[in-house]
């Protein structure tokens, strides 16, 4: 279990296999899941923190943001550093392929890239962006405020109008993308964007699949949904709490996470719960 006093409300998830995981949430906490259990890992640069993105590259090398700022802190696998980007409007995510291709998006259209040594503007529009997936290092999806960016070569984008903030974006081809958000709203990519009927208005936070038959999202008050290549259903869980994030390995291996501490596991058969920190 964490630390003692441990008392983090997570924000997100990302791992780098099926026995280490990187959680994030505010008072600058990040709880890793080695095999010894959960540990809470403790930093001066993290102090106070409040962290709201993640990505997780490998081992040695980790990005995180920071809530309401346009700092970021990275791990390279033995210590911590900040960064920061230019600017009034703030990050909002972060997403990365490799050391080299790491992209920072936020309010009114923030957007950056890490080419590895700096943080590079680019042109993301004047909406708010939310969330990223991508296929490589050029074919990139960034979602957001009544819009989704694509990019075909790493540095220009192609803007399009969406209507509702999409919070969340996975995919598996570049013609089989879905996206999530507010008020129950879910939309796929089959080579155009296109409204999925929805079973919830709930707001929705979090999509992870596995494979284009077997995907899954998260929202608020529990909400969870999956998609059997056919339809979306609600399916149970052990909380009414909002769920934030949703990360696995694969289709029997799944991970989400709520605002309150709470951890729950996919073993192919049903959600059990891993990890409560409200307890």
Known sequence: TPASGTRATIAGIWGTDGTRFWLVGDGGIIIR?????????????LYNKVLNGISCLSESNVWLTEMNSQNLIRWNGSSWASSSVAGTNVINGIWGFDAANVWAFGSAGLLYKWDGSNW????????????????SSTRVWIAGFNT?????????????????????????????????????????????????????????FGIWGANSRDVWVVGEAGTLLRWDGEKWTLWPIETKNPLRAIWGVDKDNIWIVNEYRQIFKWNGKSWKKQFDGQS
């Open 33 to 45: 899941y080695p095999q010894a259990g959960w540990v809470a890992v403790t930093d001066s640069i």
């Open 120 to 135: 590079i503007s680019q042109s993301g529009g004047t909406q708010r962006l939310n969330a990223a997936w991508g296929l």
């Open 148 to 204: 989704v960016l694509s990019t075909t070569n790493g540095s220009s984008w192609s803007i399009q109008s969406i209507t509702g903030n999409l919070s969340s974006i996975w995919g598996f081809t570049s013609s089989d993308i879905w996206a999530v958000g507010a008020d129950g709203i879910i939309y796929r990519n089959t080579g155009v964007w296109n409204r999925s009927t929805s079973p919830t208005i709930n707001d929705l």
